[in-house]
């Protein structure tokens, strides 16, 4: 990865470049106005690329702190990042003009005179007078409910839960599921061929540290009031320790939400209805990779189901447009995004976030992939009034190619990773299931120098044999890398993985296509997948859980300001 | 749909049939212990369907509430629906035993000596000292936030809402978003062809009337201690009105999510954390249609989305077997479903539930459907280093056939609903887009009975114009019809939808594979779909909603019992 270092260094050595400033002042811009970031170039081939090169782009903070909606469009120095010479300066777009600072503050002290337009809402909050449920021994060992894991701050991953344990309802004993979970890498490639944005394709872990990235947690709005706050450790580049203080917060969480139900319908008239409450543990961390922010949350239910969220916030990566309405552009003329406000494109891009999937089902060995496929079968003549209907096949992974998953709507299937050593009492093999939300898959060609970079995202599931080396799905050295280490090349390799440690990877991904909502700073999108038991208990295993109680729930009353 | 008295008057009526009473007895079972279902018989094109019909099948409730979990396996009387007369009795399957009581109890008065065994969690609670932020007026117009919407229990569908209108920020008015969203119909298709099996493909809002299936809903379980709740007005069969207490609640949620944020990483070292939090106000129902319960959530955010929420939970329909264990079943037989415990088998299902959703953006004329989809675009040879990139391509639909959509993730789209009328002030015209989720397709043989009446699942997406005559996807009169009446009739009709009051209908469907942690009672399983604002608004409607501050939030103390 790159040092914060060598990021900060990189964003300054421009100004001393007399060509730099230069241009930054026939623009009509003040150097003491700009504010540049530091772009990994990723890799094409190119001779310059012999050397560790990074790109530098700027933007003016002059009357607003939100100087991503104020490009300086055109303008890229290729630098060497060792050295801080200037190898190059791209020095285009001059005729279009900087967006301005107009309706892009966010800050509060800054919007809070508008809050009369709106209708504010009374004080809400998540209580629990009586403490938190869970422990966090060693400050990494947490205990909840049924569950037990550790939890690490990471300079590149961000956030590791490892020897993670479910309570068998049954036997009292704790189960392995999971020896380790972990966002392994991000892909972002941006849909604009240009000098200025083709090489927009970044890999937010490998290349500017996911973990580094991780500001501290705000209290009562980034984690409720109840959260548990815990800090990071990382180096300097010069090897100095620093903490990054509430870096991952921890909290219970209750949305209201149900966990199982049932009443009895008018039919059978019986004066049923047993309801218990849903409550979760959500553990969170939030990387401000330059402009964007990553809400990465693991949340565990006492079903037994866990669930991996990424949120996208922050800001858009925007780009200077001579246009201040459509009306002005031509229908043949493409703008690779949406016209967001006077002067400023919102690029199409897509997020890729893979996760390694390390999973121990009762145990680091003797775990199987099983692709339970739901297929339709036709009725024989004469055999049913039915003419189809949907027969599951169940296809155990020999190899790892069995394992390369693309998602389809009209052939669905589970994924199950069962322990073939282990069957529940009626015989079934105990397992999870990776159960993909809502998700997208990159259409990037494979011949394309990203794709091959980022060829982790060619699939939506890969499962591969458990391997020290293999943590990191774009390869341990990310920066500049050519695609040759990544997961596609271990997957491509085919080695077997029945009743093996395997490790499974999932690939959650989003296209953008930016609207003018997420000008000046993007709503909360967010999208999920989900492990799941599968037979993994004998029965429901939260089927002993009460229902809530009055007589158990605090009692409250209003601020004193209020 | 038939009557709550058609259903109980069915479930009795096979005890006055002698060769009835006598099949059971055989069994060996007391017919005091019996419980019998009313199942909707589709339609198959046979001579005795006729008239109207239904087939009836009994589990015993011996030792057990949970009367699902002993099916009477094979047992299937056919009966005249107006008349009760007996037409056949099919009675199979007398070698298969009944399956055991043993672990099929889920009520809290007779497991809460289980307890013992769990980790209790210590209370947690949504707590509003001040009140909630919602007004109701005269019983069914909600206000919230910048929302304003009508609220409706109805028997068939369960809830509607309507006129839903949001304010926009800037000019403070509020602006046309839907004229009326409810659950159309359900359409769940079992996946097993044999006698006692086939016809099970029921359609819960058109057969069994969704909302007349909605009981009280359970206060600080079913919705937390801050919710308003809601009863429904009914009619029974001799026309008698009653009331329906408690059938839908209201309330906001506090999760501890995250509606934007924004914190300046450390490469830009700028002092900088915003973060808004996420409270949502949330409208649920939750239908139990005999074993099955379906929570349905409308949840609306002040950033402008809207998304419809559908939770399964309670009991499911199981099926008996001769096996204790797999290992007594043969490689070669294909069981329909997982032994889930000893002599019971979850049958393989789908659920499909299918939204009405007659959107009006900016009022209800000039609204057109425009698929906005994501084609891989490759370069010219030396137009860049990239080969290729993700370009927008807009097509607006002219007809219906245009507008009926197979999610595919290979060939991603957007799907806007816009007002051609109206434009942003930088020229975007205004709109709301669906957004999927994690969703299902039904993979039934479109010339299957069952298909053909639930045609409307052919597609995930429909767009139709506006009808009055049009409410409901599986057709006006659902019970034993034939699929003459769908939404694929009259969207087949390929009718203008350019510039006209448009209806979208989104099917979100669940594909559900029976596992032991279904028994006896299932966790909760969700999926959600959204509609959300797509250059509605200028700009970021929440960006002047102020953050959580400590002096607002509830003073709280343990309750007296703790």
Known sequence: MMTIEDMVTATNAPLANADFNRTIVQRGVDLADLACLPISPGWYGKVEEKRRVIKVQCYIMKDTINFYMRPIEGLTVLL???????????????????????????RFSSTQKNTQKINLLKPISIEQPNGPSFTIENNHLVKWANWEFHLKPDPRAGMVISQVMVQDPDTGK????????????????????????????????????FGLQAMPLEPLNDCPRNAYYMDGVFVAADGTPYVRSNMVCVFESYAGDIGWR???????????REVRPKVTLVVRMAASVANYDYIVDWEFQTDGLI????????????????????????QNEYLYGTLLSENIIGVIHDHYVTFHLDMDIDGPSNNSFVKVNLQKEMTSPGESPRKSYLKAVRNVAKTEKDSQIKLKLYDPSEFHVINSNKK???????????????TAASLLDHGDPPQKRGAFTNNQIWVTPYNESEQWA????????????????????????????IVVWYTLGFHHIPCQEDFP??????????????????????????????????????????
Chains 1, 2 share one sequence.
């Open 80 to 106: 060497d990042l060792d050295t801080q010479q200037v190898i190059q300066i791209i020095d285009e777009g001059k005729n279009i003009p900087i967006a301005k600072a107009t309706n892009t503050e966010y």
């Open 262 to 272: 049932h009443a009895e319908s008018p039919i059978t008239g019986l004066p049923i």
């Open 474 to 501: 774009a390869g341990l050295f990310v920066y500049q890398s050519q695609g040759d280490d990544t997961l596609a090349v271990w997957s491509d390799r085919d080695r077997p993985i029945e009743n093996e440690d």
């Open 307 to 330: 669930r991996a969220k990424v949120g996208l916030s922050g800001i858009l990566m925007v780009k200077g447009s001579p246009y201040v309405n459509m009306n002005q552009v031509n």
């Open 521 to 562: 700073i993007m709503p909360t999108v967010s999208s999920s997948f989900e492990i799941k038991p599968v037979n993994f208990f004998e029965s429901n295993p939260i089927l002993n859980i009460p229902p809530n109680s009055p007589k158990d729930l605090p009692i409250c009353k209003a601020a004193a300001s209020a």
């Open 424 to 438: 529940s009492r009626v015989g079934n093999p105990t397992g999870y299931k990776v159960v993909p939300g809502g």
């Open 174 to 209: 704790m189960r392995n599921v999971m020896y380790k979970g972990f966002t392994s890498e991000l892909f972002v490639p941006y849909m604009d061929p240009s000098d200025a944005w083709y090489f927009k394709t970044y890999m937010d872990a490998g290349e500017y540290g």
